[in-house]
């Protein structure tokens, strides 16, 4: 059932049943655990079905209890959204215009915003009543998403670009040994194609590796410093123990703006410090969504989202930075696929045509 109704009703309507989520308001604050510098990434699978009445609200995932939040409300009337609920229960609402939809669940970090699919920073929640969103979440996500540019810090023109082909030497990467493939192999080999496609474009193009050598976590952002590097991108392939037949699919990371968790929910020695990283949230936001969209819609496979992780070199870019992951080589048949130079050549296509939307989003705040 949906039910399009105004933002008044919709508090008064929520004021009647906010009391049945006084159970979440009462959640632990989760201790925060010193844990090893990178955390283990996880890729969170799409609930099967709605969750089933009566609704158990998951385990805390928020890590600031007090964290500013603001009713989705705000962005309503910032970008002309109209409100709907998807479901009697009221714990599923859509905001959308005419080219735009948004969707959001109660106590979920998880959300569609204009066809990708994301995960926030804290849950969404129930303040006074009406649905309410991070302001966190509302300035450095989700609107960076929905209207790129908007409230925007001005960047100077992309010209110089980084590209992080992922590990090398020693550090092999994921392995599918079955198909003799190696992950370093791989992002060395795209990034290479998106070099070339990038400097056809007039770009200026510097690898952080252009040859199967090691390359520490911490030296890749330096190199994108040292040339003064408008952007960076850093290229992997994925990899999953447990489901390896059935995960496939494209994920993309940004780094964690300050005092929020990462997507796989857990704090880490970083959480509540501001990393270099941190400078670009906004753009660093727009980037992993322009790459994200471009490369899901070249490829066509699942969506396993645009996620939040302090990984070393997000955390010490000084530029807006975004790390893709294109597939997953523990799936046979998808390894298979990028076992082809004719699929990196498409995966480098779109992660080029990604920057480029990135280009003229920096571009058209500048000419403002
Ligand atoms: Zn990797």
Not at 9 to 27: D, E, N
Not at 298 to 323: H, I, M, S, Y
Not at 336 to 342: E, G, H, N, S, T
């Amino acid at each position: 059932m949906r039910l399009a109704v105004s933002f008044a009703a919709i508090a008064a309507a929520l004021a009647l049943v906010s009391c049945s989520t006084s159970a979440s308001a009462q959640r632990p604050v989760r201790t925060q655990q010193p844990r090893a510098a990178y955390p283990v990434r996880v890729a969170p699978t799409r609930p099967a079905a709605m969750p089933a009445s009566p609704y158990v609200p998951p385990r805390a995932t928020a890590l600031r209890r007090d964290a500013q939040f603001e009713p989705v409300t705000v962005l309503g009337s910032r970008f002309g959204l109209s409100f709907s609920w998807l479901d009697a229960e009221h714990r599923r609402f859509a905001l959308q215009n005419r080219t735009q939809r948004l969707e959001f669940e109660l106590d979920s970090r998880e959300c569609e915003i204009c066809g990708l699919r994301v995960f926030l920073g804290e849950p969404v929640r129930l303040v006074r009543g009406v649905p309410a969103l991070s302001r966190t979440d509302l300035d450095l996500f989700v609107t960076p998403i929905v209207r790129p540019g908007y409230g925007a810090p001005r960047l100077r023109a992309v010209h110089t670009i980084v590209i992080d082909p992922g590990h090398g030497g020693r550090d092999t990467g994921k392995v599918n040994s079955r198909l003799h493939l190696m992950e370093k192999t791989l992002t060395l080999d795209t990034a290479k194609r998106v070099k070339r496609l990038l400097e056809a474009s007039g770009f200026r193009v510097v690898l952080t590796r252009t040859s199967d050598r090691y390359v520490g976590l911490a030296d890749r952002p330096e190199v994108a410093e040292r040339c003064h590097a408008d952007l960076f991108v850093s290229i992997h392939f994925n990899s999953v123990v447990t489901g390896a037949d059935r995960v496939t699919g494209v994920e993309t990371f940004t780094m964690t703006p300050q005092g929020q968790l990462s997507t796989d929910g857990e704090s880490d020695q970083f959480t509540n410090i501001y990393n270099p990283g941190n400078a670009n949230d906004y753009w660093n936001t727009v980037l992993g969504a322009c790459l994200h969209r471009s490369v899901l819609g070249e490829l066509r496979t699942p969506d396993r989202g645009l996620k939040r992780g302090r990984l070393a070199v997000l955390r010490l870019a000084q530029c807006p930075a975004t790390l893709i992951e294109s597939g997953y080589l523990s799936n046979d048949t998808e390894a298979r696929r990028l076992a082809l130079p004719q699929v990196r050549e498409r995966i480098a296509e779109a992660i080029v045509n990604g920057i480029k939307a990135y280009a003229a989003d920096v571009e058209a705040v500048r000419r403002r």
